[in-house]
């Protein structure tokens, strides 16, 4: 079945830190791939996005994404960490083949610790 | 930066209440969509609008739900008839272009009691 894994429920690292967030899909073509983040309280902010070229894109707040085809993988990084980064991040994906909605994943939570 | 903006913040309403939540989409903006998140669950997806009318819908999306371009800026979503399982985030987003990545807005937290 189609879907948007984010096997990690809950993150912690400490400032400074890097940071890995993982996304996994399930779909027959590469979709378009974003991420984005929930502050608590707050809505959905977008950090990334891929549609084609190359598959490591920059976002803002120092943001990075790796698109791996043979992986079905966009992964989340981050070299250093800011306490500012708390929050949720969620993995999304537009399977263009099964219309214009986003799908999401469950979400990770990101808990820094100083 | 232009952003999507919706109200209210928060809504209380009770069951078998009708409820309208408003979203104003980023002005160049021709897709509209809203979605919902349940508490503690994932982001789902329930309508999408372009050109005055729906392009998709989900299951979810029954005939208790309707939405409206009712003018230029605005976009509604209206449960007529509202359930204790309605409550929950809905967020409104909307893109420039089919495809194109969504900008969301800050949610309206409806609380059905």
């Known amino acids: 079945a189609q879907s948007v894994t984010q096997p990690d429920i809950h993150i912690t690292v400490s400032e400074g830190a890097s940071l890995e967030l993982r996304c996994n899909y399930s779909y027959g073509a590469t979709p378009y791939l974003f991420w984005y983040v929930q502050s608590p309280g707050q809505g959905l902010q977008l950090l990334l996005k891929?549609?084609?070229?190359?598959?490591l894109v920059q976002g803002i707040k120092g943001f990075e994404a790796e698109f791996k085809r043979s992986q079905s993988s966009f992964n989340l990084r981050k070299p250093s960490v800011h306490w500012s980064d708390a929050a949720e991040y969620f993995c999304?994906?537009?399977?263009?083949?099964?219309?214009?909605?986003?799908?999401f994943g469950a979400g990770t939570i990101l808990r820094v610790k100083s | 930066e232009p952003e999507v903006t919706q109200t209210p913040s928060h809504q209380v309403t009770q069951m078998g209440q009708e409820v309208i939540l408003r979203c104003v989409p980023i002005s160049n903006h021709l897709y509209f969509y809203w979605y919902r998140q349940i508490l503690g669950q994932k982001v789902e997806f329930l309508v999408s609008?372009?050109?005055?009318?729906?392009?998709?819908k989900s299951e979810i999306f029954d005939d208790q739900f309707s939405v409206e371009r009712p003018d230029g800026s605005n976009f509604t979503l209206k449960i007529r008839s509202t359930k204790l399982e309605d409550s929950a985030m809905y967020f409104c987003?909307?893109?420039?272009?089919?495809?194109?990545?969504?900008?969301f807005g800050p949610g309206t937290r409806l609380t059905v009691t």
């Open positions: 609008f372009y050109n005055n009318e729906i392009s998709e």
């Open positions: 987003a909307s893109s420039e272009l089919e495809g194109n990545e969504q900008y």
């Open positions: 891929y549609f084609s070229g190359d598959t």
């Open positions: 999304a994906v537009l399977p263009m083949e099964y219309g214009n909605k986003l799908v």
